[in-house]
């Protein structure tokens, strides 16, 4: 069975964010907030200054209430020096969660089976009492567990081989 081998680093690291909306100001109110223009400051009566804050209070109740930021690292190794870093370079100025951590483990590779780097993550080691880890199956990993996921017959064909032919290896040496 031929599968395709992915030339990745070990160091590499997939990032991802999420954010919530940024919504910008209103031009007019940018001017009038720097006073870069002339005009604006001989202009700024008290009249003038009530109507800017009255624009400022509009503009800031639009504002969402909070933000968030959902960072997905995937790594190679520890994880203790990264979430040293994240937490001191966000310092007192927001909350930081670690919700979510799944480890990186190194799978049994079988002498002449091909193997491959991916840059996804399984839960292969939450299942701790099943000896050696091995991840192999039909399918493409790009649409595995998404609302897309599908596999085709041949493949599931192909499977059955797959699986006697790994279980003779295994079981025969």
């Known amino acids: 069975m031929a599968q395709r081998t992915a030339e990745v680093s070990e160091a590499e690291i997939a990032v991802h964010w999420q954010e919530e909306d940024y ?6 109110f940018i001017a009038q907030a720097n006073l870069k223009d002339a005009a604006t400051k001989a202009g700024l009566t008290p009249e003038k200054l009530k109507s800017v804050t009255d624009t400022l209070n509009a503009e800031l109740s639009k504002l969402p209430d909070h933000a968030k930021a959902h960072l997905l690292y995937r790594l190679v190794g520890p994880t203790e020096e990264l979430r040293r870093q994240i937490v001191e370079t966000v310092g007192g ?19 002449g089976w091909p193997t491959m780097v991916a840059a996804f993550t399984t839960d292969i080691p939450a299942l701790t009492n099943w000896g050696e880890p091995m991840l192999v199956g039909p399918g493409s990993i790009h649409v595995a567990h998404t609302d897309g996921e599908y596999v085709e017959k041949k493949q599931l064909s ?12 295994l079981m025969l040496g």
């Open 93 to 111: 100025l927001a909350q930081v969660d670690f919700y979510l951590e799944i480890p990186f483990v190194r799978l049994r590779a079988v002498d």
């Open 158 to 169: 192909d499977a059955v081989e797959l699986y006697y032919g790994l279980t003779k290896k």
């Open 23 to 28: 919504i910008r100001p209103p031009k007019t």
